[in-house]
């Protein structure tokens, strides 16, 4: 991590320097929650497992009610380490939602040295960044140790109105319980409030240039747009570039504020000489406040035509694993264990008034807004795993096991006031509840690998795998509550018979790969295979102001890709990594339905993951100095599920060099680093957020990568 600028997202660093990996935002640190767009061999961050020090993070996307993201819980100079599994197969990951394979997060124990680190970046766009940590060192002779840190990043944004502030705390404890275990206590806490930069059609992006976004503080134009959003045409000037539909993709704010707690408690214990235990309890509490100037609502009082709108979710989860790795002889390795997980998530969305000549605040005065609708779910979670490694010979290892997974969730729409708000301009809302369960008693997962010759290794990895059920607020997309139905054929009723034909999505992944290591030369190349069964899909249709999805099977999908990889070293210090990507995932579906008819996207790729990626990393360390340059080249994504419209391929670069200064007066270690990311200031998109049409440039959901910025660390340890 020493490689990228301090402060960027774990996620991108892993994307910069994984095969297969493509992450993807609008900031240059990879930290705006809504564009962050990660993908692994096809599956995105909402389909991988994701751990920190074996807690469960559910998925990794915006509108997380089931988790947590890592660069919420987690500062980036606490990460030890951070590993991507072989295959798609991770029996131990406590995940509902694992498809495609695990990350796990491993946090930095606190040094047995009493000591400290500070850093300080300063940046473009007034860009800056704080960092300090303290490590108690050993307090007592029993080892009590502790550490507390401390960042705040902040930046206006690099185009529009505002700026991006997040504020992180993490705290570790560790107490040795004589030689036979210890016990860890953890507290996470963040704060994160964010500007947004507007989602834009290709269209947008393409005739309104990439600085396009909200209107803020232009409060007139704001007006003047929801007013042709909401009565039809185009303001003047604009005919023939943007459509009225894209009028409405306009807003005037949009801001969204995070706050999160994690706690926990472990302990690791050597009950028997050749039993141990590791049982993890642990809280995660969030809320926020997620706003947007909604063009297409009135505020009923100034009769503006537009209104802040603004969701305040609240997650509480409480649950614990229980893992027990058991020796067996001498060729025998046994880990099981049970994941109990209870997530209560309840969204109301709050209306707010915006005045003749001041709009409503979106990220304060929140004591009196009226209620549109809420939602309220309650989700209970168990896993139960299984397996063996057994070693058949020196360096010859097979490993084989199960887990099963039993999900429920209740909830859906608890109050819709709809029908009492008609000065409001409100519509449909889309009002489903009800409750659905997946459940899987036998997940196999079978692995083998072999080291021989000191510098070989074959591996292949077969698991499957089953995702449960996404649960979300009723004006989103991509869950079976969401955004369904219309006026004329209400969500409940689509809720209901979606149910009956409604399965959760499974795979079967096949890997099978070789590594070479030696002094000049390592590389890497695999194979993988999967089959895609109830592929489902979320689908919108529709105007801005009133989108309403489809969520469905899709059908199956296939998909066969490859990663090789090669690292060079010619010279002491030097290291010169290329890789190449190429992944071929269709869809299979031949009856798709869409606007009254059936659509054939069989042989179709899947939206929103490149076809191929190549990426090149040189680094070299030459007594205190260290260089770094990366690059990365991502082929066209599909934006459809027809092919029709691509998001146009792209490069991306990123330098670095640091200096070492080495003890320097009463500090241990001076470093000083600088860096520039988007090195030759690409224009491209960057991340996706949203729902993929079946054709056309319909869907605002791209958002415009960062240009190219400067920044400077110096940092100290003590």
Known sequence: MDHFVAGTSPMQILALTTPGANFASDDAFGLDTVANTLYVRGFNQTQLGVSLDGIPMGGQGFHNWNGLGVDQMEIQENISS????????????????TLGGAITFTSADPSDKAGGQISQLFGSYNGFRTFGRV???KLNASGTKFYAAYARTDQDLWKGYGDQQEQQANF????PVGDRGKITAVFDYSNFEQYNYLSLTKNMWQKMGRNTTYLKPNYALAKE??????????PAGLEGVLSNDEIGDYAYDGTQTQRNYLSAITGEFQLFPNVTSKTIAYAHVSNGDYSATNPFLISP????????????????????????????????????????ENDRFNYPMMMYE?????????IADFKNGTTWWADSFNTNTFQFYLQDTYQIIPGMTVEAGFRSLLQTTHGGTSVDNTSTLSSWGVYYSHPASGNLTAANAFLPHFNFDYHFLNQHEVYFDIAENMRAYDYSAQSSSGSPWSGLGSASNPAQTVFDENKKSLRPERT???????????HFFSGSADFYHTDYYNRLAAITSGSTGNTYSSFMNVGRETMNGADVAGTFRPLPGLAITNSFSWNDATYEDTHLPYNGGYVNIKGKQQVYYPKFMYKADVSYTWHHATFNFNTTYTSARQMTYTNDEQIPAYWTSNLNVAYDFGKVGFAQSLKTSFGITNLYNQNYIGGVYG????????????????PREFFGTVAAQF
């Open 354 to 362: 915006d005045g003749v000549n001041t709009p409503h605040s979106s």
């Open 172 to 175: 570790k404890l560790v107490q």
């Open 691 to 706: 729902a993929a049409s079946v054709a056309g440039d319909d869907n605002a959901n791209l958002f415009v990568a960062a």
């Open 508 to 518: 079967w992944n096949y890997v099978v790969g070789y590594r070479f290591n030696s």
């Open 82 to 97: 951070l590993t991507m599994s072989q295959g798609a197969g991770a029996l131990d990951t406590p995940s509902a939602q």
């Open 225 to 234: 747009y929801a007013y042709y959003a909401q009565n039809g045409g185009v």
């Open 135 to 137: 490590d108690s060192g």
């Open 301 to 340: 009082t100034s009769q503006v035509p537009m209104a802040m709108e603004t969701g305040h979710p609240d997650v509480r989860r409480l649950g614990f694993v229980q893992n027990f790795d058991i020796h067996a002889g001498h060729h025998n390795d046994i880990k099981t264990g049970i994941w109990y």
